[in-house]
């Protein structure tokens, strides 16, 4: 099941959307695994945690999965 992530502007980043999805628990946690290279971003590997994240993008992470809403 995929969570969704809302947010209020035009873009979320990758490290501040996995803090809001409860994918991690703190920012260090989240650029650890994106510089590890285990964070997708609708199916891709993504290494920069200031990626910009749009509404319909998919965040995943060990089997979890978040959706970016308006």
Not at 15 to 43: C, Y
Request: glycine content about 12%; charged content about 35%; overall charge positive.
């Amino acid at each position: 099941m995929i969570k969704e992530v809302k947010i209020k502007d035009e873009h979320i980043r990758l490290g501040q959307a996995m803090k809001l999805g409860r994918m991690v628990g703190s920012g260090v946690e989240a650029k650890m695994l994106i510089q590890d290279g285990q964070v997708r971003v609708n199916g891709q590997v993504e290494l920069k945690r200031g990626k910009k994240l749009f509404a319909g993008d998919v965040v995943s992470y060990q089997g979890e999965e978040i959706k970016i809403a308006k």
